[in-house]
């Protein structure tokens, strides 16, 4: 297995915490193998967190808890769903955790690995192989298809290995999946819930309306168009017309858009389930004079999208605390690593935030997350 080293350059991005830009780190994996080497940038970093945390209503550094490992040495497996931008914030705040146990002489090793595109099936080889191996503490798993998904990590318990979810997609109890914990999101259906209760008040719940989910199977992105069509119910006004899957790609969420804004003349709202859709759908709409028009909501903090946000071109914007599960993820997987269950230490369900930003909002989060001063 090749080792690779963190990245040398900290790009500062922060969603409600801050993405990680790797250089020198194919986007395949990242391998945390060598704290002292990587000191000077660790300590870049918690300057980083400070000031934005010190310059931000929403960005708020975490600290660990009391609980005392009971190992000097860990090495972790993380696999989520595809490389993008989301994960590497979450994998800042994972960055900071490790900071932060290395100063009290805990040394964490971990894979981060994740394919160009998303495969619950590549996913099942990819557990499948760590668990092979036989070196890690503790696998963590962010669920590309629950169904696909579940019965490995319960093969995997099964042969003695101790397995998390995280991230942005989990496999509970109520699915038969014996994962032992899950840090992320847990409220995407309310997320999707609020995005479209933004959406139908603007619209003074009446119009049609069109969504852009994502990936096919991808609890989160399903989870979201449920809570999001449960709302487009509850009024007669509201007309979703319809729904596409754009693979959380920019560029399909962009063509989709554009079919949308072709196939039906009086669209009045589109709403997007992950953090890629915003973008393409944002630009579509500039690009056909739609702006205020066709009213966006949507997930994340793409810097494309925020500043879609501030022009006016994106209505709203959902934005997930990467920082915090990424930090989270870490610090329960020590506690499961020493054989610890959930429970005063530690819930089996964490209880990240998700704040709705709109326009007067956009300035601060492009100074917060990107250092654009305007």
């Known amino acids: ?65 009391i609980y005392n490992p009971k190992k000097r040495e860990y090495n972790f497996y993380f696999t989520y769903k595809i490389v993008h931008a989301w994960w590497d914030a979450v994998a800042l705040g994972m960055e900071d955790a490790v900071r932060q146990y290395e100063e009290k002489g805990i040394h964490i090793t971990y894979d981060y690995r994740a394919p160009e595109a998303m495969s619950a099936y ?37 042969d003695g290995h101790k397995v998390m979810t995280f991230s942005s997609s989990d496999s509970g109890k109520e699915n038969g999946c014996n994962r032992i914990a899950y840090v992320g999101n847990t409220h995407n259906y309310k997320d999707g819930q609020d995005l479209a209760e933004a959406l139908c008040s603007y619209l003074k719940y009446n119009g049609q309306v069109a969504m852009l989910v994502g990936n096919v199977g991808a609890p989160c992105h399903e989870e979201r168009a449920s809570g999001a069509k449960t709302v487009f119910n509850k009024y007669e006004g509201i007309n979703l017309i319809d729904v596409k899957y754009d693979e959380d790609s920019d560029i399909n969420a962009y063509n989709l858009t554009k079919e949308f804004l072709e196939k039906y003349p009086d669209l009045d709202g589109i709403i997007c389930c992950n953090m890629s ?96 001063m305007e």
């Not at 702006?291 to 909501?297: E, L, N, R, S």
């Open 277 to 372: 859709n915003p973008v393409g759908a944002g630009r579509a709409v500039e690009e056909a004079g739609k702006a205020g028009k066709v009213i966006i909501v949507g997930m994340d903090h793409d810097e494309r999208a925020i500043k879609y946000l501030r022009d006016g071109i994106i209505y709203a914007l959902a934005i997930q605390d990467c920082y915090s599960i990424g930090f989270d993820t870490i610090t329960t997987a020590i506690k499961i690593a020493d054989g610890l269950e959930p429970g005063s230490l530690y819930p089996e369900k964490t209880e990240e935030r998700t704040t709705v930003f709109y326009q007067k909002d956009a300035a601060g989060l492009l100074r917060s997350l990107y250092g654009i």
């Open 122 to 158: 590549d996913q099942v080889k990819r557990i499948k192989k760590a668990a092979a191996l036989k070196e890690y503490d503790v696998i963590g798993v962010d669920v590309a298809d629950i169904d696909i998904v579940t019965p490995v990590i319960n093969e995997i318990i099964a």
């Open 1 to 65: 297995m090749r080792i690779k080293s963190i990245a040398q350059t900290f790009l500062r991005l922060n969603i409600l915490a801050f993405v990680l830009v790797m250089t020198g780190c194919s986007p395949e994996a990242l391998k945390n193998r060598n704290q002292k080497n990587n000191k000077d940038n660790l300590s870049s970093l918690n300057n980083q967190l400070q000031t934005l945390s010190d310059d931000s209503d929403v960005i708020k550094e975490k600290e660990l808890d």
